[in-house]
Nanobody, 118 residues
């Protein structure tokens, strides 16, 4: 069974916007902090943003003020609204859980490609 399914990526010009979605299994979503990660070719995966079950959010410095993470607990769905996109945002974006000292805990989904042209 696929437990994490990302969607919403695409090709946009710098300054544009995209909204990513992550459909998660209830067993993953309900009691966990959820996060968006991204990885560009040849680079390490980085944590973009995370949101606790309470709704509290934390952002990486590179995206703070431009990206907004949210969750719909009734639908077990995670979102990432990305505004004022920059070429350096180009990466494959994945969702997963997050835990201090551990990071992601579940198997990765397919991810969704975000490409920002200059």
């Amino acid at each position: 069974q696929v437990q994490l399914v990302e969607s919403g990526g695409g090709l946009v010009q710098a300054g544009g916007s995209l909204r990513l979605s992550c459909a998660a299994a209830e067993s993953i979503f309900k009691l966990n902090t959820m996060a968006w990660y991204r990885q560009a070719p040849g680079k390490q995966r980085e944590l973009v943003a995370r949101i606790f079950t309470t709704g509290t959010t934390v952002y990486a410095d590179a995206v703070r003020g431009r990206f907004t993470i949210s969750r719909d607990n009734a639908k077990n769905t995670l979102y990432l609204q990305m505004n004022t996109l920059k070429p350096e945002d180009t990466a494959v974006y994945h969702c997963n859980t997050w835990r201090p000292g551990i990071g992601p805990e579940r198997s990765w989904g397919q991810g969704t490609q975000v490409t920002v042209s200059s």
